[in-house]
């Protein structure tokens, strides 16, 4: 059982930045490729991003490409995600999730049903 505890939300302009950390209870947190994802009201969740239990790959959506960066810590057992020119359409609930998935440790999943344990979110207000 892996416990996720996103932070970082807030209220930020448009333009601004924001880093969110996810924090993962366990031992095994480098056996999990880590993933962000993101739901806006009355929208389904996205994937955002992506990285893999090595930390070497990375992935993410075109619509943050440039913009978002991921990133991850295993010693610190958290996962991280930069965002930097935020736009009003960022504007969401960011959650974190973990995939124990027998990929490769280069593997970046990006579908909702790959991922087995998931955050509590932490909002995400870009105002224009």
């Known amino acids: 059982q892996v416990q996720l505890v996103e932070s970082g939300g807030g209220l930020v302009q448009a333009g601004g930045s924001l880093r969110l950390s996810c924090a993962a209870s366990g031992r095994t947190f480098s056996s999990y490729a880590m993933g962000w994802f993101r739901q806006a009201p009355g929208k389904e969740r996205e994937f955002v991003s992506a990285?893999?239990?090595?930390?070497?790959?990375?992935d993410y959506a075109d619509s943050v490409k440039g913009r978002f960066t991921i990133s991850r810590d295993n010693a610190k057992n958290t996962v991280y995600l930069q965002m930097n020119s935020l736009k009003p359409e960022d504007t969401a609930v960011y959650y974190c999730?973990?995939?124990?998935?027998?990929?490769?440790?280069?593997?970046?999943?990006?579908?909702?049903?790959?991922?087995?344990?998931w955050g509590q979110g932490t909002q995400v207000t870009v105002s224009s």
């Open positions: 990285i893999g239990r090595s930390g070497s790959s990375t």
């Open positions: 999730a973990a995939s124990r998935g027998v990929y490769s440790s280069t593997y970046c999943p990006r579908a909702i049903w790959q991922y087995d344990y």
